[in-house]
């Protein structure tokens, strides 16, 4: 029997880049209104889309997964999450590549990346629950 020693316990963090000019041009182009609307019904669309991912992916269900995936990077877009609408992107080619394993692994960092840029949009526009 072998005995493991030492554990390395890998912390994911992911790093969010929220695009402040085309929040702003949102802000010119709606008012202030209409701008937090956008921005309120967003965010909780892109969460339901998030968690819908995953249960696509746990299905196995690619095509879904991959649509669901590309409905993010339009949404992300709009709001100003590049480094979402990015990793969407990614998710999307790993499927493409009939990519299970990157699949998984980017769909994941999606995941964490989506979390961290909802909590940076909600605290930017300093909206209430």
Not at 99 to 105: G, I, L, M, Q, W
């Amino acid at each position: 029997m072998t005995v493991v020693e030492n554990i390395t316990t890998l912390v994911q963090t992911e790093s969010v880049r929220l695009d402040q000019d085309s929040l702003g041009h949102l802000y010119r182009q709606l008012g202030d209104a209409g701008a937090e609307d956008v921005v309120c019904r967003a965010i909780e669309e892109l969460a339901v889309r998030l968690s819908h991912c995953e249960r696509l992916w746990r299905q196995q269900d690619w095509q879904g997964l991959r649509k669901s995936a590309r409905s993010l990077i339009a949404i992300s877009e709009q709001i100003g999450m590049t480094a979402m609408a990015r990793v969407a992107g990614d998710v999307t080619a790993t499927i493409d590549a009939v990519d299970h394993v990157a699949t998984s692994a980017t769909l994941f960092r999606l995941i964490r990346v989506g979390e961290r840029s909802l909590t940076a949009v909600w605290d930017l526009q300093d909206l209430s629950v």
